[in-house]
């Protein structure tokens, strides 16, 4: 194996790893790290770079932001609402003064205004009509 392509599975390793980590810490991101990790698989192992845009807990999030489709409406409100959750638990457990509560806010206030710009994945009309329920006569 060339050594290049070992040190760009390493570093894919890695930010798969941040990026899970940033699944459940409020001021880590998660897709960048994502993003990351594909960048590298994509260059180094196509096994893994499969592996990872196929994974259910972060595949097709990556895809669809790789694709430039956004992410869903409830990925936005779940993040949000974790992310305004965890930063109020943080100033009420560190018992943050003005200093570290400004930056704390200010923080969320720009992940929180990064994720409302972003676009809005919509599912498609005919897989959202699959799922619809057929009507009983």
């Not at 990351?36 to 096994?47: D, N, T």
């Not at 609402?81 to 943080?90: C, D, K, Q, R, V």
Request: glycine share 8%.
């Amino acid at each position: 194996m060339d050594i290049r392509k070992a040190i760009l599975i390493f570093v894919g390793t890695v930010c798969v790893g941040l990026g899970v980590i940033g699944m459940c810490l409020p001021l880590m991101p998660t897709t960048v790290f994502l993003l990351m990790a594909a960048y590298c698989y994509g260059r180094s192992s196509e096994k893994f770079h499969t592996w990872l845009l196929n994974n259910r807990l972060c595949g097709k999030y990556i895809r669809n932001y790789k694709g430039g489709q956004g992410i869903s409406v409830r990925q936005k409100v779940s993040t949000i609402s974790i992310l305004w959750a965890s930063i109020g638990f943080s100033i009420w457990m560190i018992d943050a003064r003005f200093w570290g509560t400004l930056f704390l806010v200010s923080v969320a206030l720009g992940v929180t205004i990064h994720l409302l710009w972003l676009k809005t994945y919509r599912e498609p009309a005919d897989a959202a009509q699959e799922l619809t329920p057929v009507d009983r006569v």
